[in-house]
């Protein structure tokens, strides 16, 4: 019989057509930054840099630049990285993930040296408290992942949040322990999140919806339970010791990195685990083939045996655990009383960090980072007086995320399945 | 597997009747008749709002109970004296709720009748931008699209509709009108961006949307802090008053606050009704948002009507917050909103999706927003208990199964829930 | 292994999909389930794979009754399934669908990757499938995603290899390649159990016969049954074998496509300059194993997908560029392949589906409003003329039957004077009795005098309708031939053959050997 190739076999010669985008939204941006920092920054001015704190024990000096020049340099060490893409983009090479990271940093800092010029800030402190910021944003956006991973949409991060963040305070306070707090918080967030699974996955309601309305829920029961119960005894109930500062022995001396990321509280320490091991779990352990396969193609899983349902109540579970925790840190991790809507749509931003960190939990880390780096420098430049209005560093977050689900900052695609209730046949 | 779907039968006969209801047994007629009867009622969709809204109050009723101090404290001596936590208990609860109604409802604790009446006034001032909103939120709801932002497009609306009204000087009506449509435009246009992004580039409305609110929350913020929108020598993030012009006029006189925007609201439900069951593009909207490809294929623009669903859907939560600054508000500040936009959500759903469903939904939340001040005022008990029955009526709705379940009712005959399915 | 159902029965609402259904399928053998669409065959292979739970009956495995509430169970008991619809994980690589469900760990639960990779490699070279286990399953062609479904099912030494349906998706001659696997299998002890409804591969492969109708087995047959034997066991009645048709009263060709290319988004021509005509009063067939271009071929006619060059002309009038809505206007009537998914919306009535692409013209509408009234007459009328078995107007799409939906985007379509009429699989999925009437209106159509372009996968549909047959394989059309040219030609043709060649290797085949016809 003349075996004939099958239609399809042959490999089709692909020539994804080109897409532009990125070299030329890395131009406008470099040349904005080019002319607005650069060449209409104020001229003889200095920007200084702080990058000791007082407890290290190598002090240096703070760094003072020329704030037009360095502007100038930065910018066009921006736009030799745009002429990069685009020479790759022409060659139909790809571009690398790192060129878009780079770029960031250097735009960032060419806006920073601008916005400080004739005054000084501490880098260190900025990045210790983007990093702080971060926290409860990674936790929520790996709370989220762990959900969507497994086919289940989490808009109720923020519920799981905020039920965290109480349940953390009142028990810390109650035991005058801030570490059980850390306990109290992932079962405060698991409150929500087994209404979530009981209405997504058992009975098939709308995950948006229910998510939607799980947040007012948490928010109404937290308000009431605080109006009514903890304002009365507000000494007893509402006053949860902090998480003290654990610093790393060693680690915590090295300049500038030891402050930021090793002379933390444990919650901050916990991010660090809980990304590497969701990591690890989910993309090199059976438990997260499985799950994986849940939330891409439901049907499949079930064919080889693997329980949907039962996968998807366990990680909407442990993934409100997660997200909980996360809460802990706007109670035991900073201010420490509970006060009455104070996620303040963090849980919304966590979202956002899960979907610019393409449901990977390095990259939901990262996109945390991002919004917590926004964030903090917003007050930063809000005490400094800068030009720029501190809402629009508050929309910053909001708006990077409408141009990443626009597919201007590259596509993002999500588990297949997320979204759609699993029902047999 | 294209030959398991259970719905066709592979004949070519129509399907069958469901059994038992063809066939009544005819000694038993009537009684299976009214068996039949009560089924329909506590099974189909309204005995399940019902029994939703029963099962919320009950476990506020809870709530309530576990938290009022009273309670807790015959509750220690619980064995010695049950009577009088039970009596506590009860007081508790029945004094909350009968609180409630007498600020949503009719307070008839007062000494005339507007006085009494002014409740129910209330609570028709307050549902106003909630129905406007929510029938923007159904529109999109049945057109397949989730409009999360309409609290955005709220404040929007209020903003530029605000902008309008203290800003500009015109004739009365018509400047009443201009501010109205001030309001359209800027909600139509605040969500026009999501579904142009979804339009052009697949980017989901959900998450557009709910970034679009903190957008606006914030770009209100700045705009509270420039020279156009705050009062001249005042630094207070607050606009100017309304002109007079510009204001919807007070229904039945100054005594009460409900003001013409409850017929504005009356009118867009009208208005919604015709625009979904009655006009080619509410056609369109339900065609694509129940099957793009097919509607695609029947020649129907989908990139479009994604479009103009949203720019419908924010326009009428832009006309919301519109309403809310032009006949109650009066003044544009940072929390003009209040939580409108996401409260529509919750009415879209509760009304089915459906213009008299949600005119009396919103009338409901409305009725307990306002009790629940009232409550809260005369018995102590926080008005956040609202939000959770709120929130708790919502989910009971949208689960059937799990009402019935609760009240051991059994299955009724297949009910699709459009709009809380969708 | 020994497999044997007993008195299978499960019912969904009123519809009883399989109703006391006994097999037995011994060991070593290849027992065919053969029966038409709908008929409840892979209803009865989900209740044995432990996906639906049967109402009643009892399976028994060598002779001891088992009870699987899953597929887990299935699994573990020796049952393996190619499903018709693929489930394979699209972003995941082969060993990673391979081992899912089964998974190979190191300690702490960690994938063992190398341990898959091994075995995918193993099994692919026993039967020669040449697979890449690091391959992503999204990037390979079906032919070959259905060998990993092969090689999924054998890495879990599957005893009894359901296979649904599994030549629908594959040219004859990678069906002749199946076949030759499915026979390795039984040598090597598997059994199989084949799902088709395509009588020839049943003969060509099957040791059993086993055929079911309307959800209950009408009987067995010995693969030396003749093929109308099995056909009318399979439909009920003995099928009339040719449309009762006069011959085609050619007119002008009004309708001409030239070189007609249509891009997939990588880049890849899915239809490759493609030229063809059309006459009024007659019905081009275009057939072709699924997935070759033919239905990029008509969405680009009606303007669903954008053609990259060539032109469509009709009447003289440039197709090429316009909208669906333009396209329609200009006088094309289009049954898509799948009514369910581009064809009907389901939860609208009838009377709503029947103007989908009417709605906004009069008399339907006016301005911007709806005349219902309008449109319920017209639904009244439609529903009467094609005879559509509803409960009225106002009744939900999607609770008509197959055949009755179909009826409604047919009298859609043929509701307005077209131009141009296009059906892709009018008659998928639908009960014989509606295939009939479905058939005549469309040569009716045709004697009407509009070009008419019918696209379908059924052989025998396209020798019974066609005056011409164009065929197409791999987007391109291999060559357009008359109806009564052979079926062992057609099939030599959909792989790929130009004509000439393929009536040379059937005259070399038939010479040499019976051939397994």
Redesign the interface.
Known sequence: MTAMAAPATQVATVTAARSWKLPITLGVFGLLSFVLFGLLGPAGSVTTFGISTGADLLQFDPVAVPTRATAIVLSVLCLLLAGYAYVRVRADQPVGRWVLAVFGVLWVLTFLVWAVADKSTSIVSLLQGSLLLAVPLAFGALGGLLNERAGVVN?AIEGQLLTGAFGAAVLASVVGNAYIGLIAAPIAGLLIGA?LA??TVK????Q???G???N??A???T???????LK?DAATLNTPPRLPTLPIPLLSEIPIIGPVLFRQSIIVYLLYVAVIVISIALFRTKWGLRVRSVGEYPQAADTVGIDVNRTRWRNVLLGSMVAGLGGAFFTIGSVGAFGQEMTA?KG?IA??AM?LGRWTPWGALGAALLFGFADKLQQVLGVLETPI?N??M??LP??V??FA????VGRVRGPAAAGQPYVK? | ????Q???????????E??GAAKPHPEGAESARWAATFREITTGPFGVTVLAFVLALVIGGL?IIV???DVTAAASYLFAKPADFFGAAWTAVSEAYAAMFRGAVYNYDAPTFARGIRSLTETMTVSTPLIIAALGVAVGFRAGM?N?GAQGQVIMGAAIGGYVGFAWNLPPVLHLLLALLGGILAGGFWAGIAGF?KA?????E???T???N??AL??V??FL?TSAFTRPGSNQPKSPGVKDTAQLPLLLGDQFRLNAGFLVAILAAVFVWWLMT????G??F??VG??Q?????????VASSFVLVMVVSGALAGLAGAVQILGTEKALTGGIAGSIG?DA??VA?LGRSKPLGIFFAGLLYAGLNVGGRAMEAST???I?????????V??FI??P??VRAIFRLPAPNPV?M?G??? | MKLELRGITKS????V?NDHIDLVIEPGQIHALLG????????LM?VLFGLYQADSGEILLDDVERAFRGPGDALAAGIGMV???FMLVPVFTVAENVMLGHEDTKAGGFLDLEAARKRVRELSARFGFGLDPDAVVEDLPVGVQQRVEIVKALAREAKVLIL??PTAVLTPQETDELIEIMRQLRESGTSIVFITHKLREVKAVADVITVIR??AVVGNAEPTASESELASLMVGRAVSLGLDKAPPQRGEETFVVTDLTVLAPNGQAVVDRVSFSVAQGEILAVAGVQGNGQTELTEAI?G?LPSAEGSISLHGQELRGL???????AGIG?V?EDRK????????SVA?NLV??L??KPPY?KG???D?GAIRRNAEQRIAEFDI???GPG?EV????????QKVVLARELSRPLKLFIASQPTR?V?V??IEFLHRRIVQERDNGTPVIIVSTELDEVVELADRIAVMYRGGIVGVVPPTTSREVLGLMMAGVPHDEAIAQVHDQTDTTGATQ
């Open positions: 808009i209404m009981l209405f009975y098939h309601v709308n948006i919806i229910v939607v309305v799980l007012v829920f928010v109404g029961l308000s009431f339970l605080f109006s009514s119960v009365n749509g919304y979202l956002a979907i209005p809402q629009f508050l929309m909001y708006v995320t409408i689900v626009a597919g201007l046949g | 597997m294209t030959d398991q259970p719905a066709p039968p592979p004949t070519g006969e129509p399907a069958p469901p059994a709530l938290t009022d101090p989730f999360i992004l052009r580039t697949g980017a989901h959900v998450i557009v709910i970034m679009l903190y957008v914030y770009l913020a700045w802090t009655r006009s080619t593009w056609f369109r339900r065609a129940s099957n490809q097919a509607a695609r294929t029947a020649g129907m623009g996401f959500i919750t759903l102590g008990t926080s956040n208990i609202v939000l959770v029955i709120q929130s708790l919502v989910l949208a689960a199964p799990l699709v459009k809380v399915s969708a | 969904f609402g009123p519809l999909a038409e669409n709908g008929a409840g065959k892979s209803t989900n499903h018709q619809h649904d349906e309307r959800g009606l669903l909208t669906p809505d333009a396209a329609l206007e289009f898509p998914v581009d064809g009907l919306v389901l939860d609208f709503e989908l692409d709605y906004d509408a911007i409003g709806l219902l078995r509803t409960q009744q999607g609770r008509l039957s197959g055949g009755n939906q999925g009960d009795g509606s």
